[in-house]
């Protein structure tokens, strides 16, 4: 569910200084479009998503990237019988939880 090796090279990448302030924003940003993404008309779904998708694979959260990406090419083809929000946010909140336990400080 998490890349290990991502969050390590962006650790390396940025700093160790900087790291945590960096998950913060992530964090801050992803729970306020999961927030605005349960009300959110159809027409905004593909592009929500593809938001949540890139920051999910720019900190290692491959599973929940993944969902998103589902969401996304369902929502872009217009099948949203197959866009589970609520799904893509329980995935965010088990990635969330393993992250917070087990990132490196």
């Not at 992803?30 to 605005?36: K, Q, R, W």
Request: charged share 30%.
């Amino acid at each position: 569910m998490i890349d290990w090796q991502r969050i390590a090279q962006l650790r390396d990448e940025i700093g160790v200084e900087d790291f945590e302030e960096v998950i913060e924003l992530f964090l801050a940003e992803v729970e306020e479009t999961l927030g605005a993404l349960q009300d959110a008309p159809e027409a905004e779904l593909e592009a929500m998503f593809h938001l949540l998708k890139g920051c999910a694979l720019n900190l290692g959260f491959q599973g929940f990237a993944d969902a998103c990406l589902r969401a996304e090419l369902a929502a872009r083809n217009g099948d949203f019988a197959k866009v589970d929000r609520s799904a893509v946010k329980q995935i965010y909140d088990a990635s969330r939880h393993d992250f917070l336990a087990d990132a490196p400080a």
